[in-house]
């Protein structure tokens, strides 16, 4: 199974890096955050990516074609214009980069590489600037046993701030960043058929919105609830933050 995953966007709430590289290269850890959504599909049995481009698609492109020296040690011998890896670390990947242009919107990339995935009988579907510790391949058996054109994770996000309980006027507890309103919202992992793509116009249709709701009119899409943890990218706030459980040897999205 391949998994497609959206790398175009401008990323502008994350200006302060994404003025020099598009979202998903922003580093987590020392790697793009795009590689650990690779790494994580990778966990689950899925090493057959195709990558939505747009804004700076060639930085995309530059690591991947030099992914040794992003990820190894290496010798330059100047004077006899030679280099040696040492210790590759190779990824049992095929990665396939398409550049989706630069002003479409999400259903129009995934139109754009319809001719990449109308062959198989289902593929995975994601945003390229989160992490999760989602059990990808029960969400793939889950979507195989119900039957329909779509199905999409639905997680509860955290409130983002700290909450307090007040009996009278006494503080009795501190909550850090409960659980929020307890509403179901997308959480951007998708397992899909490629029959879905007829149900997109142009480059300007957001996956979203139109596509989305009528197959919701439709009864062809499920829910796959998701109660672990899920953690968007859209601020530098997130960005620490997935920094810091990274550092803390305390990242839960790391399945490998």
């Not at 945003?127 to 969400?139: E, M, P």
Request: glycine letters at 10%; one cysteine or more; aromatic letters at 12%.
């Amino acid at each position: 199974m391949k998994a497609v995953i959206l790398a175009g966007g401008l990323g502008t709430r994350l200006s302060e890096e994404t003025t020099v590289k598009p979202k998903p290269m922003i580093e987590v850890g020392g790697k793009p955050v795009l590689w650990h959504i690779l790494k994580s599909y990778s966990a689950h049995g899925i090493n057959d990516f195709v990558i939505c481009c747009g804004y700076r698609g060639y930085v995309i492109k530059e690591f991947f074609a030099n992914y040794f020296l992003h990820t190894s040690d290496v010798t330059f011998d100047l004077q006899k214009n030679s280099m040696e890896v040492h210790e590759r670390f190779a990824e049992p990947w095929k990665v396939t980069l398409v550049d989706t242009g630069a002003d479409t919107l999400t259903g129009g990339r995934l139109k754009r590489v319809r001719r990449y995935v109308e062959n198989d009988e289902a593929f995975c579907f994601t945003y390229g600037d989160g992490v999760s510790d989602l059990n990808i391949a029960a969400s793939i058996a889950f979507h195989k046993a119900h039957g329909k054109l779509a199905t999409m994770t639905a997680v509860q996000p955290p409130g983002r701030f700290g909450a307090i309980d007040i009996a009278g006027q006494s503080i009795t507890s501190f909550k850090e960043k409960p659980q929020g309103d307890g509403a179901w919202v997308n959480g951007g992992y998708f397992v899909l058929s490629p029959k879905v793509i007829d149900y997109i116009a142009d480059d300007s249709t957001t996956w979203e919105k139109e596509p989305m709701e009528r197959l919701a009119a439709e009864g062809q899409i499920d829910a796959y609830r998701h109660d672990g943890f899920w953690q968007p990218m859209d601020t530098l706030r997130d960005k620490m933050h997935l920094e810091d459980l990274w550092h803390s040897g305390k990242a839960p999205w790391k399945a490998w």
